[in-house]
Structures are given as C-alpha cells and as structure tokens.
C-alpha cells in the first residue's frame, strides 16, 4: 500500500541564488521543478526545504522555493542568533518552521549558541531546531540536548558509534530523520525498528535529495527497507503523521 508522504529532508539548489563554496564544493543544480519531476512517483504530499552549508544564511532561494512548492511544504533555515525576532516572524509567515545547526559541514551558526536560540524560537514561534552532526560527537551536549523543547537529528545520527545517544535522545522526546540511508554505517532497518520501539513519534522520513555528497544517493527502495521493518500501519507514522504533526503543517 502506498501512503502519501511528508518530504521532511530536501533541498533545492538554484544558481539563481547566492550559493557558498563548502571546502571547495559546490553542489550541481536541483530546481524545484527537478523535485518535482524525480518525486512525482512516490505520492509526496508535502515536505520540508532544508538549507545546506552552501546556502549559509541565504533566505531568498528558501522563500522562492517555498512559494513554488506551495503550502504543505514549510522551510528549515539558517540563521545567525542575531537575527532580530522581526526577521524571525517574517521568515515564520513565509512557512518556515525551524533552525538548522550544520555542525558537521558548517554554514550555520555555531554550537555555542544552540540551546539559547533553541528556547528562543520556540518560545516566540513554536519552532524546533535541527542537527547535522555525527551523533557520537554530540555526547558532551546531551544533557542539553534532553532538555530542548523540540530537536530533530538528521540522518538517523550518522554512525553506529552515536546510535546509544541517538536512542537516548529519542526517548527524551527528540525526532530522528529517517534519511540519508546511503551516509550511514550500520544496518538501518534495525535502528528504524529500535528508535519505534522506543518513540513511536520520533521517526520522520525524508528523501535527502539530492544526496549531495552522499555515497549513496536517495532510492525509492528506502521507502521499501522502512515498510519492511515497521508494518503498515507504523509506516504511515513515519511516511507522514509524525512530521506533518511537529512542523505543524496547516498551522
């Protein structure tokens, strides 16, 4: 059975705006209508714009992006903590919903300031952040991490060192992208089955796509290892309610 999708990692890379050179890299083009042409399959519904460390802390591709897509997609930004809540609520009309820490590639604020903007804008907007970073990095930060009033991790953590924190993590009520299947080093199926176990709400699928700089590119068999591991009636959890549910679409 195929369920409609919330897309809750993608990115759209336009030259038309301003892109930033990450380590000397710099991705190929992927328009909205590339994302629209490459998911027009898979029954995506909506989803979310995730900004890259090559978009830094471009608003403008973000906000094109998000009209083209339409209302059922919301935005995941970077921004330095201080933006003034007057840009925080403009960027909030234009449907994003959170913060990113690329703390694995840069681009993004730092981590010094992560929790303070974390109660920030959730306090002011309802909005969580999220974190691209290895999870057996982030051990330092967990207490903090627990304490956050809403955070995503991408990538289901990264590696298998970070799977313990990860899984404590979602027990303490973080969100976990199934996404990236190709970046990790560890069985995803079983991880997928534990972090359910754990959080029936924490899990929230998304293509990745591109795959910038990923092994291996986005498959629409991924979809195939998360309905394998959780049965149909989980896989809809994953595929849609709990992502549609904590960006708050519609709201």
């Known amino acids: 059975m195929q369920h409609m ?8 890379i336009d030259p038309a705006f ?30 979310a ?8 802390f ?26 003034s809540d ?10 994003v919903r959170a913060v990113r820490f690329n703390l694995r590639r840069g681009g993004s604020e730092s981590s010094k300031y992560l ?7 959730y306090d002011l907007l309802g909005w969580h952040i999220e974190i691209y970073a290895d999870c057996k990095t982030l051990v330092d930060l967990e207490g903090k991490l627990c304490r956050l009033p809403a955070v995503s991790i991408d990538h289901l953590g990264l ?3 970070g799977l313990p924190l990860l899984y404590r993590l979602a027990e303490s009520g973080a969100r976990v992208k199934a996404t990236g299947f190709g970046r990790v080093n560890f069985a995803v199926s079983q991880a997928i089955k534990r972090l359910f176990e754990i959080n029936p709400e924490a ?32 896989t809809k959890k994953v595929l849609w309610d709990n992502a549609a549910a904590f960006y708050r679409l519609g709201v």
């Open 86 to 95: 007057e840009d925080l609520f403009l960027l909030g009309s234009h449907g």
């Open 5 to 12: 999708i919330f897309d809750a990692h993608l990115h759209i």
């Open 58 to 83: 471009d608003q403008s591709y973000l906000i094109a992006a998000l009209a083209a897509l339409g209302p059922t997609f919301v935005g995941v930004t970077q921004l330095p903590f201080s933006v």
């Open 203 to 234: 899990l929230m699928f998304g293509t990745d796509l591109p795959s910038t700089r990923s092994p291996r590119a986005f498959n629409p068999v991924d979809i195939e290892i998360i309905g394998n591991a959780l049965g149909d009636a989980a």
């Open 115 to 121: 929790c303070e903007f974390a109660h920030r804008v």
């Open 18 to 47: 301003p892109l930033v050179s990450n380590d000397g890299y710099l991705p190929d083009e992927f328009t909205v209508d590339d994302y629209i042409g490459q998911t027009a399959s898979l029954g995506v519904g909506g989803g």
């Open 49 to 56: 714009v995730v900004s890259g460390s090559f978009q830094s």
């Open 159 to 161: 590696s298998k060192e």
